[in-house]
């Protein structure tokens, strides 16, 4: 559940508009660089309520609603999530608490609150499912730019066209990926993942942008599986930037005691 | 034990009904929307909400057990679990104070047992008088320490016969009525519950489980004629219990200390009458939790110092003697979806020689200087993380004992679960932790609709 929280924060989260020149192109790591930026740190701190309708292969669908609080350590690098769950009804009052580390493993505690329970979590692989969605956990945290090979296919339409190509194939699924980049925004705006055969079995897209507090703002995200059929919306509301989180939200006293103040 | 059988279908019959409050699922009509917007409506109007489930459960003996209550089912109720919270915003500083209550009760039709009862699981005020401290007053589950299913400072009462049944995991925790105030600060945190009126773990006694009764020499069930005496509920029994944490990086350090009693009857008072009692106990522990270098993963180590103050030099073999306890545990991704956790612990009874020397002759058995237990837990999470299996073992090769914990749970949709499982046991010997359960094995089936 929390890397699609996170996914979606992140996209949320756009900050520079660029200037419009079309003299000079960035080169490709300037690009994804900027785009990470735009699209996973956006102020200082974020909140933001997250509706996730999950529709499986067979039109079946299922819902998660959760509360984002999200707080830069340092721009471009650490961040510290907090999701706080409300829907299913199972999952209600469960919050999920993760310090992401640029480098290194992320911390990740989870907090049941019928056994008040706090829990440790092994980091573990970032490319699996975010609580069962199609978005997955590196989708809601961000994927370090430097984690990939970067080149600018081309410039299409309103958009850069950067192919990422991973450094260490083992540990993801995909061979590579292609980005489409907004040009004024550096929001990225669709993301098609390619398999080893080369074929194209996932895509992630922005639906709808819109500008919250300054910072371009992705308010509707869309995870396609094309293998199974199956996809995941997420809605984002009560977007709001720069709201002045503490920093002690994002510890074991608000898992056991929802900082209710803040997810309002 | 057929006249249960009537009030079973009954809960299983109510827990399969959904809530009233549940808005309809398809509203492509436009008065299920109008319906379903009076429900949201109405439930703006009120200033809590109500969540909850109803679950019917089964367990069913497969051998037959003809020492307890029931012969063929340990477990058989219907269960409607309701809870609330409630933040007042009048006067004002309540809500300046943070204040909430919170309440979270369950209503069950017992069929094992034969009647209806209601617990409640939390009933609490919760505010933070100082921007560094909060306060929690009233019914509430406590849970401290890195065990996982093994607890070493954390003296909180269990309910190892929910455990052992097939109830879920979170009917192990057995709510305490307590105080806890919770100080934070940049360089430590801490914890201090003060608990007036002890509370026992609820103890296998032969009713759903049969087990060793050690004064009758053998494995028991309602036969056993066992007394629980409590100690009285004056000053002097009040438990306390505290903790001192902090992180240091990525780890996780904290220190324990409990003065209070040990939460099973592990004293005897009068073996003629079966009178068995609740001896002192003193601990004082630490423990460490973080990720693993190079080799990834959460590692885990606590210990903890076991005084029983009513046998401190462990000559009386009739009262738990002094031990030292210790747990290393690991836990893992080994791939997608699929978890794996490692635990070793280690009981260790100080001044054996002491007991060896005071215990009678013709016992019937005699206590290892060290009881160890390994834990394995296997979860695999399938179809979209919707169903889960998970298997969890505890086995000592010092006792010769095991009990196995296989489960499938599985979201049929966003509101209804069902789970089936087992608890098997097996042992060398009658008087071991697992081994006195030998005749307990169960299968057990639970639907749950949530709202």
């Known amino acids: 559940m929390m890397r699609t929280a996170a996914a979606a924060l992140c996209i949320l989260a756009a900050s520079a508009a660029g200037a419009r020149g079309e003299e000079k192109a960035p080169t490709a790591e300037e690009i994804v660089n900027r785009a990470n930026l735009v699209a996973y740190y956006a102020g200082a701190d974020g909140r933001a309520q997250v509706e996730m309708t999950i529709t499986d292969g067979r039109g079946r669908t299922r819902e998660r609603r959760m509360t984002i609080l999200r707080r830069n350590v340092a721009e471009g690098g650490d961040q510290k999530f907090y999701v706080h769950f409300q829907r299913p009804a199972d999952v209600r009052g469960m919050a999920y608490l993760v310090w992401k580390h640029v480098g290194r493993d992320d911390d990740r505690w989870l907090y049941q609150p019928a056994l008040d329970l706090v829990k440790r979590i092994a980091a573990g692989d970032k490319r699996t499912s975010f609580v069962g969605s199609d978005f997955l956990y590196e989708d809601v945290s961000g994927r370090g730019p430097e984690e990939d090979v ?26 590579r990926y292609d980005v489409w980049i907004d040009r004024a925004t550096f929001m990225p705006m669709r993301a098609e993942y390619f398999d080893r055969a080369g074929k194209k079995y996932r895509v992630v897209e922005a639906l709808e942008v819109r500008e919250i507090g300054g ?24 977007v709001a930037y720069g709201v002045g989180l503490p920093d002690d939200i994002f510890t074991e006293r608000y898992l056991r005691r929802a900082p209710t103040k803040w997810l309002k | 034990m057929r006249g249960a059988l009537p009030l079973v279908a009954l809960c299983a019959a109510a827990a399969a009904v959904p809530a009233a409050a549940d808005p309809p699922e398809q509203a492509p009509r436009p008065a299920l929307e109008r319906a379903r917007d009076g429900v949201e409506e109405a439930r703006r109007l009120i200033p809590f909400e109500i969540h909850g489930f109803s679950e019917g ?6 051998d037959r057990n ?8 340990n477990l058989m109720e219907g269960r409607v679990q309701l809870q609330t919270t409630y933040r007042p915003e009048h006067p004002a500083f309540l809500p300046d104070y943070g204040t909430a209550l919170a309440v979270k009760t369950d209503f069950v039709g017992d069929g094992v047992e034969e009647r209806f009862r209601v617990e409640f699981r939390e009933l609490n005020a919760r505010f933070t008088p100082l921007h560094w401290l909060d306060v929690k007053a009233g019914r509430q589950i406590l849970t401290w320490g890195t065990g996982d299913l093994i607890f070493l400072n954390d003296l909180f009462p269990k309910d190892w016969v929910s455990f052992f049944v097939g109830r879920d995991d979170e009917y192990l925790k057995r709510p305490s009525d307590a105080l806890r105030v919770s100080a934070f600060s940049g360089a430590a945190n801490a914890d201090f519950v003060l608990i007036p009126f002890f509370t026992p773990d609820n103890p296998i006694r032969g009713e759903r489980l049969s087990f060793y009764d050690p004064l009758l020499g053998r494995i028991a069930g309602e036969d056993s004629v066992l007394h629980f005496n409590r100690p009285p ?20 350090l904290a220190a324990y200390g409990f003065k209070g009693f040990y939460k099973q009857a592990l004293g005897v008072d009068d073996p003629a009458a079966g009178d068995l009692f609740y001896p002192r106990l003193t601990a004082a522990g630490a423990s460490a939790r973080g990720p693993v270098p190079a080799a990834g993963g959460i590692g885990t180590v606590e210990f903890s110092w076991y005084n029983s103050e009513d046998n401190r030099r462990g000559r009386d073999p009739s009262v738990e003697p002094p031990q030292l306890r210790y747990l290393a545990g690991y836990e893992r991704d080994l791939w997608t979806d699929f978890t794996l956790g490692l635990q070793y612990y280690v009981e260790q009874m100080l001044d054996r020689a002491a007991y060896r020397e005071a215990l009678p002759d013709g016992a019937p058995y005699s206590r290892d200087e060290f009881r160890q237990l390994l834990t394995f837990r296997l979860t695999q999470r399938l179809f979209s993380q919707n169903a889960t299996a998970s298997l969890f073992v505890f086995f000592s090769p010092t006792d010769a004992d095991f009990h196995l914990r296989p489960r499938f749970g599985w979201n049929l949709t966003d509101r209804w679960n069902v789970t089936v499982g087992a608890d098997l046991f097996g042992g060398r010997h009658p008087y071991t932790m697992f081994g006195q359960l030998k005749d307990d094995n169960a299968l057990y089936a639970r639907l749950r609709y949530s709202f």
């Open chain 1, 150 to 175: 970067h080149e600018l296919l081309r410039t299409e339409g309103e958009a850069y066209v950067i192919r990422s190509t991973p450094r260490e194939p083992r540990g993801v699924e995909f061979a």
């Open chain 2, 66 to 73: 003809r020492l307890i209550r029931n012969h063929s089912f």
């Open chain 2, 57 to 62: 459960a089964l367990g069913w003996l497969p």
């Open chain 1, 215 to 238: 910072h371009p703002t992705v308010v509707r995200s869309k995870a396609n599986n094309l293998e199974s059929g199956g996809h995941t919306v997420s809605v984002f509301s009560d």
């Open chain 2, 233 to 252: 509920r004056t000053m002097d029994t009040m438990e306390y219990a505290g903790r001192i944490y902090r992180s240091v990086g990525s780890y996780e």
